[in-house]
């Protein structure tokens, strides 16, 4: 039978992109992704002040602004300590960095669930809710960010982060402030989301258990397993993690062993049809984001769930809702925590070096983001964006489909591909930046 070709541009993400489907026998034998619109941030920022990326690289993208800033300001004061001024933060401005992260992570996974993947999965399966995900959605996100502005001023694009600290010097008043709107998001995920107390859902360990989760999480857990998604969008079956924070240290994870790894031999690589740019470790593609993240810190229920259905959209899209409740446990013990009477910064504003190279990275929503400037007489000669999505979405490269491509690779509709393709939350606007 001729192969046959369908182009597809799917939206309800963050961005578009166009997929072209290769389909042979009836099922899916190859997919070229297409991002088509480059933006050129990291060519805006030659030439700039070396500060200036705190300010130019959160407008990368509307959703993860706060890891922008975190990788950009991590970039400087590694280079700042590489060329002989150490920076150490205190307790006080990394927790709040912590926490600042923390609730953007979770606003982004609350609205991937209500505003993609719960109601993709129901008009997959033609079982469509009269529920409301939108407000949802909107109910959580904008709780949570308002606990995130109480120390960084706005949302999006803040400039809070400065190297050395930050430029915040919270009350006894604005902790607690934050620390209602913490407590008002974990009422919504008992009620709303799990049907479940926090630390109830936080001690299931087994997938004997997870018919305990109740609310939307549970309706989604159950269309899954009840039309036969266990075993769908299977890829490499390697994870990797470059951001040390709560979710996980750094590391690769193949099959059950974890190892360590260094950002110096990430290497990327131009792609033909498309603005995006191929990325790899030590010339192998690794899968990033939450079932990575879970993957390497060994967490017990993803680690279970893997046993049984491998690197399934099963367990991926389990892991990133997983992260919620763990990211909000780790907020209100950040909030609780906290050392009002440390300074916020430690380094004086004035001091600047003219002359470095330093390497940023965060843990972003989506997985690890990399940053690196290299910065001479005061101004970036060059700077290099990795982003998560590049990772998951590259094309072949010597030989090896691209994690999401291997994962829609044998669907039979481009329903499923598609549905497939946005369990890896995927973001073309940070990936043509």
Not at 71 to 89: C, F, M, Q, W
Not at 191 to 196: C, D, E, N, R, S
């Amino acid at each position: 039978m001729k192969s046959v070709h369908i182009k597809q541009l799917i939206e309800k993400i963050e961005g578009e992109a166009e997929l072209d489907f290769t389909f042979n026998e009836g099922k899916i034998e190859d997919v070229k992704i297409n991002f088509e619109f480059y933006r050129g941030i990291e060519e805006i920022l030659q030439g700039k002040d070396a500060r200036d990326a705190l300010v130019i690289t959160p407008r990368v993208c509307g959703i993860c602004n706060h890891a922008h800033l975190l990788s950009a300001v991590r970039a400087i004061e590694d280079g700042y300590t590489k060329a002989g001024l150490p920076i150490v933060l205190s307790n006080k401005a990394n927790d709040i960095r912590e926490f600042t992260l923390s609730c953007e992570l979770i606003q982004n996974h609350i609205k991937w669930l209500y505003m993609t993947i719960l109601p993709r999965l129901e008009a997959y399966v033609e079982q469509k809710s009269e529920e409301n995900y939108a407000i949802k959605a909107t109910y959580l996100s904008s709780v949570i960010t308002k606990a995130l502005a109480i120390f960084a001023g706005q949302w999006p694009h803040s400039s809070y982060a400065v190297p050395g600290g930050v430029t915040c010097d919270p009350t006894h008043l604005d902790v607690i402030q934050a620390q209602s709107l913490v407590d008002e998001s974990i009422k919504f995920f008992e009620q709303v989301v799990t049907g479940l107390s926090l630390e109830a859902y936080l001690s299931i360990d087994s997938v004997s258990n997870l018919h305990q989760i109740e609310g939307d999480f549970g309706r989604l857990l159950h269309l899954m397993s009840t039309h036969d998604m266990a075993q769908k969008g299977r890829t490499h079956d390697r994870f990797i993690v470059f951001g040390d924070c709560i979710l996980s240290k750094s590391g690769k994870s193949i099959v059950t062993n974890v190892s360590s790894v260094d950002t110096k031999y990430v290497k990327e690589s131009k792609q033909v049809g498309t603005v995006s740019k191929a990325v790899m470790y030590k010339d192998r593609l690794y899968e990033v984001g939450p079932l990575a993240r879970g993957m390497v810190a060994k967490t017990p229920i993803v680690k279970n769930l893997h046993k049984q259905y491998k690197d399934s959209l099963f367990t991926r899209v389990f892991a990133r809702i997983h992260e919620v409740a763990q990211l909000l446990n780790y907020s209100k013990k950040l909030l609780n925590n906290l050392e009002l009477d440390e300074p916020s910064c430690t380094l004086d504003l004035n001091t600047k070096l003219n002359d470095f190279e330093g390497t940023g990275v965060i843990e972003a929503a989506r997985g690890s983001l990399i940053h690196t400037t290299t910065v001479k007489e005061g101004r970036i000669v060059n700077y290099e964006i990795i982003t998560p999505t590049q990772w998951n979405l590259s094309h072949d490269t010597q030989g090896q489909r691209g994690i999401a491509i291997k994962a829609m690779v044998g669907a039979k509709t481009i329903e499923e591909a598609t549905f497939i393709f946005r369990t890896f939350d995927v973001c073309s606007v940070c990936t043509t930046q």
